[in-house]
């Protein structure tokens, strides 16, 4: 397969490359045994193949879809909303006017695995590997194998950041930062602590959502260890993705962390309406989460069929303002290349 050469490739291959992980940890053998073709994926669903337009073969943004996720799906539901997010659809094939490769402009932007696009926080692409593939990723299309800060490049980028005195804020991302190692996450941390001006320290990760197993004593371990203020900014998108293990997880996050936020992306036929979206800034609640942003979706090639149109968009903030006290509403987010922050839309 084309992609396997690529970071993107599951399984944490950026960290396993640079390192022996303690031997098979639950969550690293998650990623193991997660779906990879949509065939498996659509038998384990009882699902009439018929059913869905399921792009089987050949695509240059593999699927992955850990068990743990799959079993919060309703078999037999082709239109389920966590599928949605996963199963390749034949609509990634068409090519949409306006929906490109790089929309954000983030070559633009990386150096050494570095982008630099507001001022006082630099996002490090940690890894180019995810616990899952999302269909609607804005990154399908990045090229992590020239930009991952692999930990051998790790040193040159933390060298850059280390001479920015008006640098507050170093943000993990990729990829997924904590399909690292905990030992590769404690080096970075510690590389971070050495930065005189930096005082927080955030991820982004899906895995507390994906693989809540990830939440591990060892994790906690060391986002407690540190004298950085810790921002966690989970993904998540449905209410059904918060089940038992999620809610457990996500608590223990909270408790070990001095925020903890959650980042959605609007899409069509997966969140676009009202009563999901209240139900997620509730369970997102009852889990210690609050909600950060609510992104339109980022015009990448392969998306278009999750594009939900900025007046809906409004339309479903306005709606969640009435009904919601006002720290449970997202803000409604576009990025918008060369502005100096995202962009809110009221
Ligand atoms: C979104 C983003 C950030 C963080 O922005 P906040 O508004 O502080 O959450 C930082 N760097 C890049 C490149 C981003 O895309
Ligand atoms: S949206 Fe996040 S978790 Fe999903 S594939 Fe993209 S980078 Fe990975």
Known sequence: ??????????????????????????????????????????????LDPGSVSALDGATDFSMLVPRSFVARMRKGDPHDPLLRQVLPDSSERETVPGFDRDPLAEMRFASDGVIRKYSGRALLIATGACPVHCRYCFRRHFPYAEQLASRQRWSRAIATLRDEPELTEVILSGGDPLTLTDDAIMELVRAVEEMENVHTLRLHSRFPIMIPERVDRQLLKVLTGTRLRIVMVVHCNHPNEIDGAVQSALLELKAATAQLLNQSVLLHRVNDNEEDLAQLSEKLFDAGVLPYYLHLLDPVAGTAHFDVTEARAKALIASLRRRLPGYLVPRLVREV??????????
């Not at 053998?29 to 997660?34: G, T």
């Not at 290349?337 to 009221?346: A, D, M």
């Open 1 to 46: 397969m084309k992609q396997s050469a690529a970071p993107f490739d599951p399984a944490g291959q950026a960290a396993r490359e640079d390192e022996q992980p303690s031997p098979s940890a639950g969550w690293q053998h998650a990623l193991r045994d997660a779906f990879r073709t949509p065939r498996d994926l659509i038998a384990f669903l009882q």
């Open 337 to 346: 290349p060369g502005e100096p922050s995202k962009t809110v839309i009221l």
